[in-house]
């Protein structure tokens, strides 16, 4: 089976800045089109942002558009997620998520096309 793994969560002040990543474990993930998903203590998961099957589009949550930005690296394997200006609404288990090659139009940020999901890392936004 498939696995993705995220790395790169951790504490952080009000303002600060993370850059998570999500590899696939033992394979390239040039082939899928990847999201990032985020869930708060006791809400239901959020999605963050996208892109596409050889970075064709990407999209990006209305509580994070302008703060982070996502990109691949598909030579390294790597889809990374760079959070700048974090703020403590922005803590949550951050999931990267799957699904093979493109979807039609603008990648979503709904969980039902992606069939891989990863463990999740923590990031945590407070003084």
């Known amino acids: 089976q498939l696995q993705f793994v995220e790395s790169g969560g951790g504490l952080v002040q009000p303002g600060g800045s993370l850059r998570l990543s999500c590899k696939g474990s033992?394979?390239?993930?040039?082939?899928?089109?990847i999201a990032w998903f985020r869930q708060a203590p006791g809400k239901e998961h959020e999605g963050v942002s996208c892109?596409?099957?050889?970075?064709?589009?990407?999209n990006y949550g209305d509580s994070v558009r302008g703060r982070f930005t996502i990109s691949r690296d598909d030579h390294k394997g790597t889809v990374f997620l760079q959070m700048n200006r974090l703020k403590p609404e922005d803590t949550g288990v951050y999931y990267c998520?799957?699904?093979?090659?493109?979807?039609?139009?603008?990648?979503?940020?709904?969980?039902?096309?992606?069939?891989?999901w990863g463990h999740g890392t923590q990031v945590t936004v407070s003084s």
């Open positions: 892109i596409a099957y050889r970075a064709s589009n990407t």
């Open positions: 033992g394979f390239t993930l040039d082939y899928f089109t």
């Open positions: 998520a799957a699904v093979g090659g493109p979807v039609p139009g603008i990648c979503p940020l709904d969980k039902s096309p992606y069939n891989y």
